[in-house]
């Protein structure tokens, strides 16, 4: 038998709520409404009985409606997995500058510049080594994301 505090201590469900269905026969949930609303990334059926988070529930990428149909009047029991921050996007990237940076300078300092590097215009330049580690990650990120496009579009396979 479960004592108060072990309920207390077991995880809940992120929101318990009557929800206005919808679709073309008012029987299907307005997920993408219920995600933006709670800020998740997914939902999850609740069984409150058992205290536990049951399937994924799915739903239609384009309309954001349930793609299984529920009852008018059904209580939800909402769980639910939280957005992702922007913290980890931006910690890679400024790893990504850091380390650029650190090998630059060990670079730009030993002086092992090929000679034809330091005949060149851009040998005589001095600029510090985070620009060089900033361009480089810029041009990655922007090529990355062409690419994409390029194969959203089919002009690339």
């Given at each position: 038998?479960?004592?108060?505090?072990?309920?207390a201590?077991?995880?809940?469900?992120?929101?318990?709520?009557?929800?206005?269905l919808?679709g073309?026969?008012?029987?299907?949930l307005e997920v993408g409404?219920?995600?933006?609303?709670?800020g998740?990334?997914?939902?999850f059926?609740?069984?409150?009985?058992?205290r536990?988070?049951?399937?994924a529930?799915?739903f239609?990428p384009r309309?954001?409606r349930?793609?299984l149909?529920?009852v008018?009047?059904?209580?939800?029991?909402?769980d639910?997995?939280?957005?992702?921050?922007?913290?980890?996007?931006?910690t890679?990237?400024?790893?990504?500058?850091?380390a650029m940076?650190a090998v630059a300078a060990?670079l730009?300092k030993?002086?092992k510049?090929?000679e034809?590097l330091k005949e060149?215009?851009?040998g005589?330049?001095?600029?510090?080594?985070w620009v060089?580690a900033c361009m480089v990650?810029?041009?990655?990120r922007?090529?990355?994301?062409t690419?994409?496009a390029?194969?959203k579009f089919?002009?690339?396979?």
């Open positions: 038998m479960e004592s108060e505090a072990d309920k201590a077991a995880p809940g469900p992120v929101a318990v709520f009557r929800s206005p919808g073309y026969t008012q029987d299907q409404d219920i995600l933006e609303q709670h998740l990334k997914s939902v059926v609740f069984h409150p009985a058992s536990t988070r049951g399937v529930i799915r239609h309309n954001g349930s793609l149909t529920y008018a009047g059904s209580t939800i029991f909402l639910g997995e939280p957005k992702d921050s922007l913290l980890k996007p931006v890679k990237v400024m790893i990504g500058v850091a940076t060990v730009l030993e002086g510049m090929p034809w060149s215009k851009l005589n330049l001095n600029f510090p080594p060089l990650i810029v041009f990655m922007l090529r990355k994301r690419k994409d390029m194969k089919g002009w690339s396979s």
